[in-house]
């Protein structure tokens, strides 16, 4: 499966953006699909997940309240919706896929096999 994340841009302190990550080459029923982000000097960190029961419940504690990931079988797409943003959420957004990956593992980014190619996010006054 591809992914493409798009939806990143320059936004102020409390802003909002939406990502999406669509998918192409087959289907993501039965994929988790997942949200991380990596900024300049740090490591990659988990954002958000949906399970590959569909549960879209695995929230970051730094994001929870604020950030929202849904997904649309349908349309094959993955969504994350940030409210509040501050400026320690800047940073490349990138979207995940694995259909083997399991529940325990969802936080991890090293389980994910697919990758799309990232969505910068700055948030600045």
């Known amino acids: 499966v591809q992914l493409q994340a798009s939806g990143g841009g320059l936004v102020q302190p409390g802003g909002s953006l939406r990502l999406s990550c669509a998918a192409s080459?087959?289907?993501?029923?039965?994929?988790?699909m997942g949200w991380f982000r990596q900024a300049p000097g740090k490591e990659r960190e988990f954002v958000a997940a949906?399970?590959?029961?569909?549960?879209?419940?695995y929230v970051a504690d730094s994001v929870k309240g604020r950030f929202t990931i849904s997904r649309d079988n349908a349309k094959n797409t993955v969504y994350l919706q940030m409210n509040s943003l501050q400026p320690e959420d800047t940073a490349v957004y990138y979207c995940?896929?694995?259909?083997?990956?399991?529940?325990?593992?969802?936080?991890?980014?090293?389980?994910?096999?697919?990758w799309g190619q990232g969505t910068q996010v700055t948030v600045s006054s």
């Open positions: 995940a896929g694995d259909n083997s990956i399991i529940a325990s593992s969802y936080r991890d980014y090293l389980q994910y096999d697919y």
């Open positions: 080459g087959r289907t993501i029923r039965g994929y988790a």
């Open positions: 949906c399970g590959r029961n569909n549960i879209c419940t």
